[in-house]
T-cell receptor, first 113, second 114 residues
Framework: AQSVTQLGSHVSVSEGALVLLRCNYSSSVPPYLFWYVQYPNQGLQLLLKYTTGATLVKGINGFEAEFKKSETSFHLTKPSAHMSDAAEYFC???????????FGGGTRLMVKP | DAGVIQSPRHEVTEMGQEVTLRCKPISGHNSLFWYRQTMMRGLELLIYFNNNVPIDDSGMPEDRFSAKMPNASFSTLKIQPSEPRDSAVYFCATLPSGGGTEAFFGQGTRLTVV
């Protein structure tokens, strides 16, 4: 069965610092991988996704993630954090169970001025 | 398209009452998911429909919960009777057929059972 583990339920960075949110997955088939962001009182919106092809994928708001099959990872990064990046971030995988998405527990990103 | 539309946005009800949450998927999307989000348990998948048929309802917590999708443009999640521990934000998400497509989420319904 597919699963996702997000290391660190809370991450705090200073404005301008590197953002690194960790995601490891488990899947018995080549996975499709997603990062979603949730702002307060909002639904989830897609940041970026990996399906096939280039392993480094770029998303909205300057975020990117790299699919590393050997490490079963899909970590999310942004070179320089902005106050507006404060939100909860969810990693998700699909593939094992058709279109069914399995989400990680989420990481709340806090950005300090 | 207006996206996935959920109603109501907020619901406050008394314990024991019936609650019905509604979802209108994006036109043409044939997969629909109901999720529940709480601080304690995070985002939990309750049930997954494909072409209006329930495929996986293993996440439905108990018999008090039921979900239907009578047609491609409407789904409901019903709780009867409701309990305070059902208080959560309930999300509906839909996606089109084909692998690798992302799910589109509604704004959620914040349910408070007092």
């Amino acid at each position: 069965a597919q699963s996702v583990t997000q290391l660190g339920s809370h991450v705090s960075v200073s404005e301008g610092a590197l953002v690194l949110l960790r995601c490891n997955y488990s899947s018995s088939v080549p996975p499709y991988l997603f990062w979603y962001v949730q702002y307060p009182n909002q639904g989830l919106q897609l940041l970026l996704k990996y399906t096939t092809g280039a392993t480094l994928v770029k998303g909205i708001n300057g975020f990117e993630a790299e699919f590393k099959k050997s490490e079963t990872s899909f970590h999310l990064t942004k070179p320089s954090a902005h106050m507006s990046d404060a939100a909860e971030y969810f990693c998700a995988v699909s593939g094992d169970a058709g279109n069914m998405l399995t989400f990680g527990g989420g990481t709340r990103l806090m950005v300090k001025p | 398209d207006a996206g996935v539309i959920q109603s109501p946005r907020h619901e406050v009800t008394e314990m024991g009452q019936e609650v019905t949450l509604r979802c209108k998927p994006i036109s043409g999307h044939n997969s629909l998911f109901w999720y529940r989000q709480t601080m304690m348990r995070g985002l939990e998948l309750l049930i997954y429909f494909n072409n209006n048929v329930p495929i996986d309802d293993s996440g439905m917590p108990e018999d008090r919960f039921s979900a239907k999708m009578p047609n491609a443009s409407f789904s409901t999640l019903k709780i009867q009777p409701s309990e305070p521990r059902d208080s959560a934000v309930y999300f509906c998400a839909t996606l089109p057929s084909g692998g690798g497509t992302e799910a589109f989420f509604g704004q959620g319904t914040r349910l408070t059972v007092v």
